[in-house]
């Protein structure tokens, strides 16, 4: 079992909002601390976010409530209510100020909360919190995840770690955030550095991962420390912090829905590192690119029509462009038939590399996600009924 930071506590239960399983979920800390959080940027987002972005804007919270498997999304007035109803019940029952407390919530779209459910199930949480189990948390927060993703890493130098949950493997390209992801530390960071830190992190990792290039209403990804472990060196913290976002990347992409491979995609030789992510996510995001992956079929021209149409990026000239899968260039050298059969079996593997060399200057970004497969279909033309 992967342990809470120290300073950190969660509560986890089943409130009835899925069958059978824990749907809610609360993680505190003995006092508001230092926190962060990206949210998305998408025109349709719920009260959680709105909720969250301005009580985080303070630089600190106390605690997150989570609720999976409802949205709370375009239920207009009552929906905001119904945010704003749990984040005060659960600031009484932490004897904390509403402000500190910060929200997030995943699931079905245009639900509302079964408010009878939340209310019972805030009253039944036992105060003061001390479960302590990173994997049940991440299990509560589950939907359609197969498995819990939990990551830790130890902070060089220091006995701080950093222990991060999320979830999400449908609707997600990140536009600031992923679905959910929660990120605490014991190290003492103050809240302007912790910001920024996290962004820079989440920029390279969370915001590069796609499984169908939808943005969800309710990506969040909020970072806590609780200082318990005492000051860290600048660097070492973010080395740790990226260490555990990049994992947390790896498994939503691994896990994505009906997914069978990992597809990790590193464009180099950009004019700067956003045209680098832009392609790649041209890349990535490729139903051709996806299904030949599933397929091992090492059709390199769907991962050069990916890039062509990257098409407002004049610089891009394809005579300049190296194509690779795994360690074998399969553009503009020519792959001989032996050497598809070659790649065909790598390409069976569960991950897939492909690189691209732009061949303009020194811009590199990388991103990861998965195959398509017909098991992605079945998810969700099933998902609400």
Not at 84 to 105: W, Y
Request: negative net charge; charged residues 20%; proline residues 4%.
């Amino acid at each position: 079992m992967t342990s809470l930071p120290a300073g950190f506590a969660a509560h986890v239960a089943n409130i009835g909002i899925k069958d059978d399983t824990d749907d809610f979920v609360v993680i505190t800390a003995e006092r508001a601390v230092p926190a962060a959080g990206v949210f998305t940027r998408s025109r349709f987002v719920g009260p959680s976010v709105t909720i969250s972005r301005d009580h985080v804007s303070a630089g600190s919270a106390r605690a997150v409530v989570i609720i999976s498997k409802n949205a709370n999304v375009a239920n207009g007035e009552t929906g905001t209510q119904h945010a704003h109803e749990l984040v005060g019940m659960v600031a009484d029952r932490l004897g904390c100020d509403p402000a500190d407390v910060l929200i997030a919530s995943t699931g079905v779209i245009g639900r509302p909360y079964p408010m009878d459910h939340v209310r019972a199930g805030v009253e039944a949480m036992v105060v003061p919190v001390t479960g302590t189990s990173a994997e049940d948390a991440a299990t509560g927060i589950m939907t359609t995840d197969t498995v819990p993703k939990v990551a830790s890493a130890p902070v060089a130098g220091s006995d701080a770690m950093v222990i991060g949950i999320a979830k999400g493997v449908g609707m997600i390209e990140p536009d600031m955030a992923t679905m959910i992801a929660v990120v605490l530390t014991d190290a003492d960071v103050p809240a302007d550095e912790l910001d920024r830190t996290f962004r820079r992190v989440v920029d390279r990792t969370l915001n590069c991962v796609s499984i169908d290039s939808d943005t969800s209403t309710s990506d969040t990804a909020i970072v806590m420390a609780s200082g318990a472990a005492g000051t860290v060196g600048g660097d070492s913290f973010e080395a740790a912090l990226l260490d555990v976002c990049q994992n947390l990347t790896k498994q939503i992409a691994r896990d994505g829905e009906g997914a069978q491979t990992l597809l990790e995609v590193t464009v180099s030789g950009a004019r700067d590192d956003a045209q680098a992510k832009r392609v790649a996510k041209a890349i990535v995001n490729s139903p051709l690119v996806k299904t030949a992956v599933h397929g091992a079929d090492p059709n390199w021209g769907r991962v050069a029509m990916a890039i062509g149409k990257c098409s407002d990026d004049t610089d891009i000239d394809q005579n300049r462009v190296r194509i690779r899968f795994g360690d074998t260039e399969v553009y503009p050298s020519q792959v001989d038939a032996g050497g598809l059969a070659t790649l065909s079996i790598y390409m069976r593997g569960d991950s897939v590399v492909i690189g691209a060399d732009l061949g303009i200057a020194d811009g590199r970004s990388t991103v990861w996600g998965c195959d398509l497969t017909d098991g992605y279909v079945r998810i969700n033309a099933d998902y609400t009924t």
